[in-house]
């Protein structure tokens, strides 16, 4: 399984931005997937995983209503709708399944 993240950069608060992960290898029926962030000096915190099986959605409470995570299995891929980007927002956002990990892609956040 390779992990292979996209679509970070810097928005102004209230912004919005998606981000990507081509999954290859990975069975969507099978196994979840999802998104974990890092923001400097604070610990690695899970942002939100589906289990594309039942398509049911999780996400942590700050990022509630605001974050969308969706996948799209005709192109092995699942997306993280952002919007409403808080400052606090920034970090290094990871694509996962918890076995495997890609290259984290950075997410900033200007007031």
């Known amino acids: 399984v390779q992990l292979q993240a996209s679509g970070g950069g810097l928005v102004q608060a209230g912004g919005s931005l998606r981000l990507s992960c081509l999954a290859s290898?990975?069975?969507?029926?099978?196994?979840?997937i999802g998104w974990f962030r890092q923001a400097p000096g604070k610990e690695r915190e899970g942002v939100s995983f589906i289990d594309s099986a039942d398509g049911n959605p999780d996400y942590v409470d700050s990022v509630k209503g605001r974050f969308t995570i969706s996948v799209d299995k005709s192109k092995n891929t699942v997306y993280l709708r952002m919007n409403s980007l808080r400052p606090e927002d920034t970090a290094l956002y990871y694509c996962?399944?918890?076995?495997?990990w890609g290259q984290g892609t950075q997410v900033t956040v200007s007031s």
């Open positions: 996962t399944t918890l076995s495997y």
């Open positions: 290898g990975f069975i969507f029926d099978k196994y979840a």
